[in-house]
């Protein structure tokens, strides 16, 4: 009784659903209080041989049979027990519209999607108009058949020549396992279904046992021509649009086999023919229910058959209406014009359930034959019971666009639990490389009008029960209970190409930022300005082919302490916390509607808004890379050979992607894009996902380590001229660096091709990574630097492949690896392999080594010891400056 009572306290707090559950719990003790009294009469005036007694040796005296048979209802009591009385999800209704529709269907076959300009799912063709196709769309979950639904969608055939063929239709099957009981609805023979059956999605019958397609599952259809995507199924109720007259082939093939039987496919159609049909035009559409038995033999309903020509034109090139209704034991089709509901038809018939299966697969099929048709739907939306609480995972950009098939796990026996594994942080798709940035929740509860969508970290909730997410390395494992449909989607982020941050890389997105001072009305990038100057920004943002629709692009400025808004900002532009709103406004679009905001492929958005430069100095200011400058007068603080301090307001471009959302739900902005140079972001990050990092401000998802910012009034004591330029002027660098993205010239990197270290520039602690990948640095002269203190030289010139020759000056100090043996040494061997010397192709390296140049050498002619990468990399310094070169040959020569 104490177990009983404490099972109720975990129902719903759905009033019918207590009054049931409590019912429910007071039967099942009574079934127990008057099993137990039968079974211990029973076990005394029972034989042996009771069908009920284990397999033994020797027969159970009476008494042991009774303890026997109550252990077992015990145990399976105990079972029940422990499974809450989820009752929403088997009487209450779940309904979707037609911006769910992926969520709850897939393609399979020939069928194909067109995404909407939103991402979502648009026309679906279930077949181009081609020979011998077959296309369908599967529900992802079961439908529980003891109770009512309701599906629409829209249905278009057309065709390039005069024939039309084959059809369209929809096909309701019950779910068969390996080994379950078959029964046939006219004969009522039944037979156990084999440990391996079903078809593939190329329609070869399934071999394997192992065989995700092994059985008569949700992604099931039949075979393609006159059979519709429907003969083949096993007891399957269904409903063909047929426009194709089947008069020829072998007719009458034997009823035997099973769904998957490879002969099947033999026929052109498996089952009765169009010539059998009483009255039959063979020259007009028709439609009408069809069943199949228990081998896949399809049956048409002659009471139902109704010409599809008039009033509806079924075959006329236009979308037409598609109602079924399931009330009761009856299913309800009607065909309508959308635009004129006085056109339609209609058909109706009962439904009978087999070998008492109620979880039934639902699918919207089509198919071609020897002639050919186009099949299209789009659309559907649906309200109907699931079976089983069912898990979707999807896989999406930011517009909600698949990039792979999703995967769909039902809920099976008692375990209430889930965890969902995804080990991809990157998918490749259309030569794109897409990064997972957050993980959304969709959760459709019975009788809810719209589904709960936010996003999902560890301990927040769908519906009442909380979500674990862990991450080991790359693969993100989340867990939680299933619901009556829950879909999770991952988030995938088009990562953009190195370079993109300064713009000089071919993207789908271009940026553009000018100004103009007072009441110039040219816009430049370049101009002097004086205290108390109006400076007018224009932000330009053009859609070359990104997003299908960018939607709410936003342009972001930080102030930096010397810019004021003017008073006469735009309504929809704001300003908080240091930082403007910027909506950009599409050039194509002069209304004031929802998609002034929104850029489709090609469209620009742009912008002009107007400031006040509050500094105290005449200035210089600059535009370029999404950074605005202002260049000062030299200061007496900052040392002479120093250039003029510099003040950064930095710009970024954000959007309100439809998947982008928070905890709650809320729309957020963020980054179609994952770009790994963008750290000019100026929105905050306030959940990095490693909290043993700092994170430069950025927006959510688009995770970057954070970097050396520049700060107002900040000396720069770093510069990077046009022609390439790095040059370090008198300052003690005190990063403590542990990667390349700790550097200030990180994003500039490939741009760099040469290095000056003036006198004066020290280093202490690490310098991690500090000239390490930067292609185009063929000499570095590191006689100024001072390194005496430094702690972690790793990685310094890793990635350097063109760097031939080194300068190491007297105070330049390595530190030791020994305490890291796989730290990477900051000097790496010379190139060998026959490697052309950058900047002289007569010489090649051909062994691994580093020369040293000494006294009056020529460079390529050296005449000092020769060491490896390795032993440079643990040198110490002895108040002298040595040069060292790859070890040059002559090339051509051995």
Known sequence: ????????????????????????????????????????????????????????????????????????????????????????????????????TQNFFSPTGSANVEYSSTGGWGIINLNNDEQRKLGAVTLNTAIDMTQDFHFSWKVKISASGIEYGDGIGFALHPLYKPGDTITDQDTHYYQQLPNCFGRNVDNSPVLNSSDPHNGQNLNSIGMKGGNLGISDLMNAFGFKIDTYFNQYGSSNPPKNGIYGTNFHTDYNVYGQFDSSILNYDWQCPYGAFVTTNYNGYSTVDMSSYMQLNNPINIVNNQWWQMNVRKDGTSITVKISDPNNSSKYVSYSKNIAFMDNKTKYGFAIVAATGRVSESNQIKDIEGKFTPAQPTLVTRYTDENGTDLQAPKVTLKEGIDNEFTNTNNQPTIYKDGKTYQCS???????????????????????????????ITKKDDTLNVSSQYNSVIVLNYIYRQRLPSGSASGTSNLPITLGLKFRVNNNSSYVSSANIRPGDTITFQYTATNKSGPSLWQGVTAVQSLAGILDPTANLPTDVTSKSGLVYIPLLNTKNTEN???????????????EVSFTYKGVDKAKLTTQGGQITWTLPQTDSAPKIAPQAQITSKVAVYDQSQQLIDFDGNQLYGSYFYCGENDKSPLANPNPPDPNKTYTPDDLGNHIPATNMVYLNETMWWLIDSNGKLTIYPHNINLNTQSAADWPWDSQRGNIKSVDIRSGVTAMNSINSMFANMPHLTQIDLSNFDMSKVTDAAAMFKGDNSLWKIILGPKVQFPTTK????????????????????ENSSYVSRSKNWKEVVGQDDDYKPTGSVKSGKELSSYQGDNKTHTYVWEPSLAGYL
């Open 1 to 100: 009784m104490k177990k009983l009572c404490l099972k109720i306290k975990l129902i719903k707090s759905n009033a019918a659903g207590k009054v049931i559950n409590v019912f429910i719990t007071t039967a099942l003790f009574f079934i127990v209080s008057m099993f137990f009294s039968i079974s211990s009469y029973a076990a005394t005036i029972s034989s042996p041989s009771d069908s009920l007694l284990p397999m033994t040796n020797k027969p159970l005296l009476a008494s042991q049979l009774a303890a026997q048979r109550a252990a077992d209802f015990s145990s399976v009591l105990n079972k029940l027990l422990k499974q809450p009385f989820d009752l929403g999800s088997s009487l209450n209704p779940i309904k979707f519209n037609k911006e769910d």
């Open 438 to 468: 957050q993980i959304n929740g969709n959760l459709y509860e019975p009788n809810s009008a719209k589904p709960t969508i936010r996003q999902l970290t560890n301990g927040t909730k769908i519906g009442e029960i909380p979500v674990m």
């Open 593 to 607: 509607n929802n998609n002034r905001n929104n850029l489709f492929l090609n469209d620009s958005g742009t912008r």
């Open 819 to 838: 305490d890291n043996p796989t730290t990477d040494n900051p000097i790496m061997d010379a190139p060998g392999n026959n490697t052309p010397f950058p």
